[in-house]
């Protein structure tokens, strides 16, 4: 089956400055690539996603890119604010099985004001 | 956007006892629901994926008489742990899918479950 890694674990930014996170994916059939935030004892909220007929989508001051030959996507976020600071998620899920997202193990996001 | 929710957000119960959780689309009609559960720091562990008026389909290893799911309706999904044990206690968290989307997922809040 598909397995995502993600990285780094934990990210410290100045507020302001720019962060990225890196997620990669074993399956090449892997079409639909979503990224999620969640904020202590919140349920994820669904920020960007990207499929894999497009290398870029931006919203804002997050983007996500994927390369679909080196088998990795990376989520963007420009100008840094302290609500920014949470956990995120990347996942991924083949069409075989788009029932089941593959999520990465987490990337804790703080933003220093 | 797509609104999920979930009660309680917080339940605390005794060793022995059956705890239903709800999750409801509020302003979609979800065919699929989803059934997560998160350890402290850990990422999300699909549970089980529950289809509207059909049986839910189990992840491995996850025990379908300790958790039982029943998707009632277009907007409603349950799930109840039965004779809770403090092993138990997690984060349980629904997502629903949009049919009028791709193939997002959207998360419910989420409940804290604590098995004394």
């Known amino acids: 089956g598909e397995n995502v890694e993600q990285h780094p674990s934990t990210l410290s930014v100045q507020e302001g400055d720019s962060a990225v996170i890196k997620c990669t994916y074993s399956?090449?059939?892997?079409?639909?690539f979503p990224w999620y935030k969640q904020e202590l004892g919140k349920g994820p909220q669904l920020i960007i996603d990207i499929r894999s007929n497009v290398g870029e989508k931006k919203d804002q001051r997050i983007a996500v890119t994927l390369n679909k030959t080196a088998k990795h996507f990376s989520l963007h976020i420009t100008e840094t604010q302290p609500e920014d600071s949470a956990v995120y998620f990347c996942a991924a899920t083949p069409p075989y099985n788009f029932n089941k997202f593959y999520f990465g193990s987490g990337t804790k996001l703080n933003v220093k004001p | 956007g797509a609104v999920v929710s979930q009660h309680p957000s917080w339940v605390i119960c005794k060793s022995g006892t059956s705890v239903k959780i709800e999750c409801r689309s509020l302003?979609?009609?979800?065919?699929?629901m989803f059934w997560y559960r998160q350890f402290p720091k850990q990422s999300l562990m699909l549970m089980a994926t529950s289809n509207e008026g059909s049986k839910a389909t189990y992840e491995q290893g996850v025990e379908k008489d300790k958790f039982l799911i029943n998707h009632a309706s277009l907007t409603l999904s349950t799930l109840t742990v039965t004779s809770a044990h403090p092993e138990d206690s997690s984060f349980y968290i629904c997502s629903a899918r949009d049919p009028g989307g791709y193939n997002e997922q959207f998360f419910g809040p989420g409940t804290r479950l604590t098995v004394l």
């Open positions: 302003d979609f009609q979800a065919t699929t």
């Open positions: 399956d090449s059939a892997s079409n639909y």
